[in-house]
């Protein structure tokens, strides 16, 4: 009798094995190819550039413990022979301001839309949600015009106006979506504290947005740290200011053939996306979330 | 001296971010000062206007008026002194190289939707079933923080071409010759290239899809299922009369953000081929436009026609908008 | 402490829908007043508009001598306690009873002086470092009037306090808001619809319905003379009983006359009642003043009414039975639960006609 139950027991966990196994194949699988090539440009980068135009990255593997098969040497050639370096310092002043500015903004503008009565309030709201989806390419033009006549383009102030800009629609939506759901109570509580509306703002309204604005921040950041096409437009080809992916994309197109630069430099572009992803997943995937399903 | 000159823009971009976060706050400080001298009727009316104005002031300027002139430039001739009329969209609409990238924007719009979205729900469904879930989720998902450049550097390691009898360094053509075929030049054979560029986006927008829609499976109550299982239904069953229809409004919204994303694609077209050999689409043409052969016209009036496209999606979501402000 | 006088007041909605209409009360100073109500009888607007928190569409609205319509809820100096409590969840429970100082600029060691003060008369010291979400939900009705109490408040308000607590806790909280009120001396408004704690807790009742004021008095004097038939069945529980009557001039004076049963009216309301011979009222007796047979209060004035009993819900304390009379009307009454009720059994129950209240059958006003 109790032999029976064990061996049905087994017999059933077996099957469930058995049952699960394709699933289990599949997830592996597509996990395994989905971050192989991202692998591969990792492994790659760290190898010698004769040993990387012979063959393939995976033949590093019939000799894994040789570790005299890499080195440091292309990141330190990308970082400073092509201004990779430079590059990246100018990533980071580029998206450092052109994610503070439009949340400042954005978080204001969400609050007067969220919870300040004024007529036009459900127009301005459509025009932010059409607006959400405005193709840049429809702005590029007459920007640039008025930047060359402000003698503005080739400048920081220039890019992070612009990503301002375009990043405004997307934090203004999101940012009002989470706080036109703060309860009421608590706004009226705190009017009632005797607060003006800056302090419900500073005291209130930020603090408990946080979640929200964290969510726009890595969004934002991300977009304008991986953003080729504004910087390639208002910022032309100079080295002094342009970002990394400028410099990436530059070496695409100089240096096509010398893969030990552009596996490093893709990876040091990769860097800082893949470090914000790997800390603030929980945000970044918050605010996609929010940026469509609620809709 | 490169390191001094290091120092001085990393200073530089301290300061920068002090200057744009606190220049920003500082106003809307200075305005609520200001604010604060009116009467409180006035006070209570002009308010909201300050806290909206600077957002107000940043989209006009970047977006509403910006679209307005390109919509007006798209008349102009090339340096934008002459009315041409509908000449600029007579090109856009006839010009040999536009009809490719039309082409090639279809192919983009309907593969990337319909595989990225299937994918990700066959994805999201089955990872749903196994304990190691977060970690094949942030596998797939983390391409999405990679930009399209780096992206396409990794592929084009992934496409690359040895001739044959060298050994291949590509992933891919060291498989097809592993597997007997001659190594295929991916990004030159022009019945395979626009395929090897849209499967880029497809490894990109996977994860996006898969993180939307999963949780929005798992936003189904348990009950639910439950019921249906009692009466009988098959997990098959259950997967397409209870799980999918459930879904619907979530397979809306991915399918709209991809929509859009991909009529405005353009670094992976620039970085992998530039558009040559037929890859081009209508926003890497619109760049060709502008910069190199300096048309301004014919630039806008490709601009307005992506406008054009991404429309209907405008429209549908404000709608979404105006029914759950209704609600 | 502040009187508060509403004159005329009149609250219209966006979309046109008028919540209180014409509200004229007086609120004196240290007063505990009582709004209550049925649902949606506009007992929340009228307070909103007291606070600052809606604007008055038309009349007048006076915190001590200060016209106030115009004046913004952060400078009437009134606190509130809300229904849902509207603790700040990002601070913790010293932080949300210093919230209101800290904006007034009151130095930090007057702020711990006077938050300290408060969380102990109120019995809260121990959870000043809390948060709210680690507070169960009496802790945080009382730190919700914690909060109203450190800024020492012209005008407190609250609306329905006590209703997220169960039963026991309320009872509690009753009382030590009574207690508050005494200590404090301040002008309360407090919103409710429930009218046990109207009786319990209100120095006066103002009774709404349909966003009109049916009428203000002392919790007694309320439930002794009700204006109209609306108060005289909201106030009290069970309702007190209506029958349709007649008023007839006999030789030993007037009576009510029902379909089946006839009740002489009291001696010194005779006089009162002149003028209505031959008119329709309606007759009203609270369950109270039925009594059984065997079990009558002394000194009543008893009628004997022939019934049969219904349903009899057995309270401990007392019992609360259903009757019907012949003509299929019903009434309730409160007995002694001594008096083992046999559902099914005629009875003649004894009907105090001094507890009698006449109101006019076409505009329910008290006669
Ligand atoms: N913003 C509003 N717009 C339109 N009508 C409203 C609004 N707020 C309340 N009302 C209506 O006004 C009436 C009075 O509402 P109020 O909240 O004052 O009722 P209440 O007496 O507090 O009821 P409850 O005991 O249920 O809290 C209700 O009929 C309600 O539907
Ligand atoms: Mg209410």
New interface residues.
Partial sequence: MVAQTSKSNQGSLLEKLIA?AP??I???A??FI?????I??LI?SFRKAEE???????TVFEHPFNFTQFHLANYADVLTGQGM??AF?NS??IS???T???I???T??A???AW???PGR?L????????????????????LRTYNQLGLAGS?LAV???H???G??LG?YLLRNYIGTL?K??I????????????I?T??IV??STPAIASFAVFQF?WV?????VA??YLGGSKEVAPV?LV??NL??DR?QD?HL??A??FI??IV??V???SL?RY??RG??AG??K? | MQDAS?LT??L??IA??L???GG??AL??GA?RIV?RFSQTWRD?I???V??G???V??T???????L??IY?SFLDRGSDKFIGLKNYTFAFTNDAMLTAFRNNLLWLVLVTFISVALGLV?AV??D??K?EP??K?????????????A???????Y?YSPPGA?????LN?IAVGLGFEPIGWLVNKALNNFALIAIMI?LQ???CM??LS??IKGIPGDVLEAARMDGANELQVFWRITIPMIRS?IL??TT?LT?LV??V??IV??MT?GNLDTDVI?SL??KQ?FKFRD?GK??A???V??LA?IP??VV??R???Q??VN | MATVKFEQVQKRYDNGFVAVKDLNLEIGEGEFLVLVGPSGCGKTTSLRML???EDISSGNLHIGNQRVNDI????RD???V???Y?????MSVFENMA??LD??GVSKADIKTRVTQAAAQLGIEPLLSRKPKQLSGGQRQRVAVG?AIV?NPAVFLMDEPLSNLDAKLRVQARAELSKLHRDLGTTFVYVTHDQVEAMTMGSRIAVMNGGILQQVDTPQNLYDHPANVFVAGFMGSPSMNFFEAVVQSTEQGLVAQTETFTLPLPHDRQARYEGHVGQQVILGLRPEQIHHPSYAAPGIEPVAVKAEVGVVEMMGHEAIAYFTLPNASEFIARVDPRAKLMSGETLEMLFDTQGIHLFDKASEALL
Avoid: C
């Avoid at chain 1, 301005?124 to 033009?141: D, E, F, N, R, W």
């Avoid at chain 1, 009226?188 to 302090?199: I, N, Q």
């Avoid at chain 1, 740290?225 to 096409?229: A, E, G, H, I």
């Fill in positions: 699960k699933v289990h599949a997830v592996v597509i996990s989905w971050t192989l090539p991202t591969g440009l790659s990387l135009t012979q063959t393939g990255w995976w370096g430079q310092l980071l002043v450092i301001p052109a503070v500015m439009p400042a903004m954005a204001f503008a609050y007067a839309l300040m009565r004024f459900q301005l709201l459509a025009l932010i949600i059409g607006l959400l989806v405005v193709p840049l390419q429809m702005t590029l033009i007459p920007v920081f992070w106006l612009a301002t800009g375009y405004l629609p203004v309860p109570d608590l009226e509580a705190a009017t009632m504290d005797g607060a003006s509306h800056l302090k703002f005291r209130i603090p408990l991300l740290w991986n953003d080729l096409l390639l437009v992916t990436l994309r695409v197109g096509g893969w552009l596996t430099g893709a572009s990769m996306p893949l914000v992803f790997f997943q970044f995937v996609l979330l469509s399903v809709g | 290091n823009r990393i530089g971009a920068a971010i200057f744009g976060s920003i706050l809307f400080y609520n604060n009316r308010l909201p206007w806290y909206i600077p957002a107000m940043m989209l300027a970047y977006l509403i008026l910006p679209t002139r390109t430039l994805i089955l990872v079933r196994v190691y970690l094949a942030g596998l797939i998902f983390l391409p999405m923080a990679i930009s399209f450049v780096g396409s550097v990794i592929w084009r390691f992934v690359a050994d291949q360094i590509g992933l060291a490894w996977t994860g996006f993180v939307l949780s929005a979530t919204v991915v953000t859009v009529l405005k353009f670094d620039f970085v530039g926003a619109m760049i502008m301004f630039g806008s490709i601009a307005v992506l406008l991404v999606v405008m979501n404000i979404r908008f105006r759950q402000e | 606070a600052g928190l913004s809820a952060k400078d009134i606190a509130m809300f229904q849902s509207a603790l700040y969840p990002h919230f209101s904006l007034q909060r800024r």
